[in-house]
Nanobody, 122 residues
Framework: QVQLVESGGGLVQAGGSLRLSCAAS????????MAWFRQAPGKEREFVAGITSSGGGSSYADSVKGRFTISRDNAKNTVYLQMNSLKPEDTAVYYC???????????????WGQGTQVTVSS
């Protein structure tokens, strides 16, 4: 079984930056695409960014494109989300997940972390 643990969340002012990390357990991390989702209070969980198993391809939600960058280090079993130019609308719990790199359907992912809170103040 796989465990995913997010870290790096916190409170920042609008325009600031954060880098989230997702550390994965297991022997086969490099075989799987990974993605970041987020969920704000009262809203559905939404796709943010994804990356292929090798790190050679990625996709982003329109709302974050140009501001966020997803990357991975397979030697460290870790996926990152660099978030720049943060906006109050980015406030949410951010989750990493395994299984796809561009699907917004949560059913296409088989493991989820517990999430890390990101709060952007205005």
């Amino acid at each position: 079984q796989v465990q995913l643990v997010e870290s790096g969340g916190g409170l920042v002012q609008a325009g600031g930056s954060l880098r989230l990390s997702c550390a994965a357990s297991g022997r086969t991390f490099s075989r799987y695409a990974m993605a970041w989702f987020r969920q704000a209070p009262g809203k559905e969980r939404e796709f943010v960014a994804g990356i292929t198993s090798s790190g050679g391809g990625s996709s982003y939600a329109d709302s974050v494109k140009g501001r966020f960058t997803i990357s991975r280090d397979n030697a460290k079993n870790t996926v990152y989300l660099q978030m720049n130019s943060l906006k109050p609308e980015d406030t949410a719990v951010y989750y990493c997940s395994r299984g796809n790199y561009r699907s917004g359907n949560v059913r296409d992912y088989d493991y989820w972390g517990q999430g890390t809170q990101v709060t952007v103040s205005s």
